[in-house]
């Protein structure tokens, strides 16, 4: 069972950037794919990212392919998005949560509490 703590948040204008940190603590962080999601008021949780528990495999929404990046620490049970080239309609609180080995689908109930992204000038 792992639990997470997303940070890296804030206000930054169109077209800047921000890498979010989700640091896990816990058993079997090395086993698990890691997801990004976010949701917007009004709006449905999207997936936004994932990333593969051993081959490093990522997947994009499409949406953000191309802008953001994101990358894994095991030695520091953490996950990385970067996030750059940043648009209004990406303001939205981002969680991270654990995914099966091949981010297939999710596990358990493991889920972060957010950060909140906002994108505006």
């Known amino acids: 069972q792992l639990q997470f703590v997303e940070s890296g948040g804030g206000l930054v204008q169109p077209g800047g950037s921000l890498r979010l940190s989700c640091v896990a603590s816990g058993l079997g962080f090395d086993y698990y794919g890691i997801g990004w999601f976010r949701q917007a008021p009004g709006k449905e949780h999207e997936g936004v990212s994932c990333?593969?528990?051993?081959?490093?495999?990522?997947y994009y929404a499409n949406s953000v392919k191309g802008r953001f990046t994101i990358s894994r620490d095991n030695a520091k049970n953490t996950v990385y998005l970067q996030m750059n080239g940043l648009k209004p309609e990406d303001t939205a609180v981002y969680y991270c949560?654990?995914?099966?080995?091949?981010?297939?689908?999710?596990?358990?109930?493991?889920w972060g509490q957010g950060t909140q992204v906002t994108v505006s000038s």
């Open positions: 949560a654990a995914q099966t080995p091949d981010c297939s689908g999710y596990v358990g109930d493991m």
């Open positions: 990333i593969s528990s051993s081959d490093g495999n990522t």
